[in-house]
């Protein structure tokens, strides 16, 4: 009989909450509804981590569907070291259409309420002291707030 196999370990690395600007709405492409949220600043706290997230960046955003988006956010943290990490998060984010619907009209929906997972890529100076991100797998679970995203990001192990 085969065995069952053991599921990778997660390590929790970090919060990141990031600070939007309104949404820059494209419209209703052959893709879906398009939507670009400007990334204007944030905060990044976790065990050996804490830092901010630099106004540089956007959360691109695609709505093929009424329950469904698919976001790919690109940004840069700058850590209290002084290393810049350049983030590179694909997610996905689904949830009944209404509770979308309140999410892009910028009202808070319970989290509980909506599956928000994603991957960030974190790449780092390769010859600094985060240099192991660069070798690493990152799995996060995100959270649609007011004013942003909060995003808990974990390694993979």
């Avoid at 093929?64 to 996905?92: C, K, S, T």
């Amino acid at each position: 009989m085969a065995q069952t196999p053991t599921p990778p370990v997660l390590d929790f690395v970090a919060t990141i909450d990031v600070e939007v600007s309104p949404t820059i709405d494209i419209g209703t492409t052959a893709q879906g509804i398009r939507r670009v949220a400007p990334i204007r600043g944030g905060t990044v706290t976790g065990p050996g981590l804490s830092g901010k997230v630099l106004d540089a960046g956007a959360d691109f955003q695609r709505y093929p569907a009424h329950d469904l988006a698919f976001l790919e956010a690109n940004y840069v943290l700058e850590l209290d070291d002084g290393q810049r990490i350049l983030v590179e998060n694909r997610a996905m984010r689904t949830a009944d259409p209404a509770d979308l619907e309140r999410m892009m009209a910028g009202e808070t929906v319970d989290p509980s309420r909506v599956y928000f997972r994603c991957v960030p890529g974190l790449s780092a100076d390769d010859s600094g002291p985060h240099a192991w991100m660069n070798r690493t797998l990152f799995l996060g679970v995100g959270e649609r707030l007011a004013t942003g995203v909060r995003i808990d990001v974990f390694r993979v192990r």
